[in-house]
C-alpha cells in the first residue's frame, strides 16, 4: 500500500516505510497482506483493507462544525467506509466466513485531535470532542457486529505527546512539561483521558452483546514499551523522537517541509528511527507494536496463530 523506493535519498510522500500493524497481524496469522478495497483487480479471498491514510471517526460534515480542516483531503470517514465493507460483504462473504473472520475497527479517531490541535483547537476544545468521537466509533462497531463480525479489535490511540509533529508545535522550556521519556505530558494525558473514554463505551457494548469477542487494542501501552525498551531492540537511542522522513529542528520535522515534500530527506536507516514522518511510525516500530499487541490481544481471541 506504501511505496518503499528510494530516488537518490529522497522519497515520495507515503506514510510508513513498508509494512503496518494490520499488515504484520496478518503474516502472523498466515495470511496474505490485506488488499486495499479501492485496488478493484485485488485478490480479497483473504481479507481486505478499507482504511484510508488521514481519515477521521467524525464525517466531513461534523468536522465543519467543529471548525476542523481535513488537510489530508479526504472525506473517507467510518461510515464511508463501512459503506464500502457493507457492500463488499454482501457480494463476497458468508456467514460462517464472517464468524471466523477477525475485524480491526482503527485506529481511528485520533486525526480529529491532530488536525484540531494543530490549526489552534484548545485541549478543553479538544476534550469537549471526546465522547462524540467515541460515540460515532461504538455506532460504527455496532454495524460491523451487524454486518456478522463476532471478534474485533478496537484499537485506542497512540501517546501523541510522543509524537515530532506536536513536540516541534508544543515545545517549551519549562522541563516539568515532559515527562521520563521527552514526551509532553498533557498531551499524553489527554490521549488517556480518550482511550479511557473509548475502553468504557466498548466496557458497556460487550453488555448488549455476550456472545461478541470486543478487544480492546492498547496502542497506548504498546508505545510505551518501545519506547522503553527501543535501545535494547535496535533502535538508536539518540533519534527515538525525530523523524526519519523530515528536515528541520530537534525533531527533524517543519510542517512547512513534510514528508514528501520537494528535497525532505530520508534517514540513512530508517530501522533505527520510531516516527518515520514526524506523525506515523516506521515499518520496525510497527512490527514490535504488532508483536506487543499480538502478545496481549491472543489470549482474548477464540483463534490460534
Known amino acids: 500500500m506504501w511505496s518503499t523506493s528510494l530516488w537518490n535519498g529522497f522519497l515520495p510522500e507515503c506514510c510508513s516505510n513498508g509494512m503496518l500493524i494490520i499488515d504484520f497481524i496478518a503474516v502472523e496469522s498466515g495470511l496474505p497482506l490485506l488488499n486495499p478495497y479501492k485496488d478493484e483487480n485485488a485478490d480479497f479471498r483473504h481479507g481486505v483493507n478499507f482504511a484510508v491514510a ?33 457492500s463488499h460483504l ?17 485506529e481511528i479517531g485520533g486525526n480529529e485531535f491532530i488536525y484540531g490541535l494543530s490549526q489552534g483547537k484548545t485541549m478543553d476544545e479538544s476534550r469537549r470532542m471526546v465522547p462524540e468521537i ?3 466509533i461504538i455506532h460504527g462497531i455496532k454495524r460491523v457486529i ?8 478496537v484499537p485506542g490511540n497512540f501517546p501523541i505527546g510522543c509524537h515530532p509533529i506536536f513536540l516541534t508545535k508544543f515545545m517549551t522550556n519549562i522541563s516539568t512539561a515532559y515527562d521520563e521519556y521527552h514526551c509532553l505530558k498533557d498531551l ?34 504498546a508505545f510505551l514499551w518501545l519506547l522503553h525498551n527501543a535501545g535494547s531492540v535496535g533502535f538508536d537511542n539518540s533519534s527515538l523522537q525525530k523523524a526519519c522522513c523530515g528536515i528541520g529542528g530537534e525533531y527533524n520535522y517543519d510542517v512547512h517541509r513534510r514528508c514528501g515534500a520537494p528535497r525532505v530527506p530520508v534517514c540513512v536507516d530508517p530501522s533505527t528511527h520510531i516516527s518515520w514522518d514526524g506523525v506515523h511510525l516506521t515499518q520496525n516500530a510497527y512490527r514490535w507494536i504488532a508483536r506487543w499487541l499480538i502478545d496481549d490481544m491472543l489470549p482474548k481471541l477464540n483463534c490460534q496463530v
Open 54 to 86: 488521514g481519515c477521521t471517526a467524525l464525517s466531513a460534515k461534523s468536522l465543519a462544525e467543529n471548525n476542523i480542516v481535513n488537510v489530508a483531503l479526504t472525506n473517507s470517514s467510518l461510515s464511508v467506509q463501512l459503506d464500502w465493507m457493507s
Open 146 to 153: 451487524g454486518f456478522g463480525a463476532t471478534q474485533i479489535i
Open 134 to 136: 467515541v460515540q460515532t
Open 188 to 221: 499524553n494525558n489527554f490521549a488517556i483521558f480518550f482511550n479511557r473514554n473509548l475502553q468504557q463505551a466498548i466496557d458497556e457494548l460487550k453488555k448488549d452483546y455476550p456472545n461478541i469477542t470486543l478487544i480492546y487494542g492498547d496502542y497506548y501501552n
Open 90 to 106: 454482501q457480494t463476497t462473504c458468508s456467514s460462517e466466513k464472517l464468524n471466523k473472520s477477525l475485524f480491526l475497527v482503527g
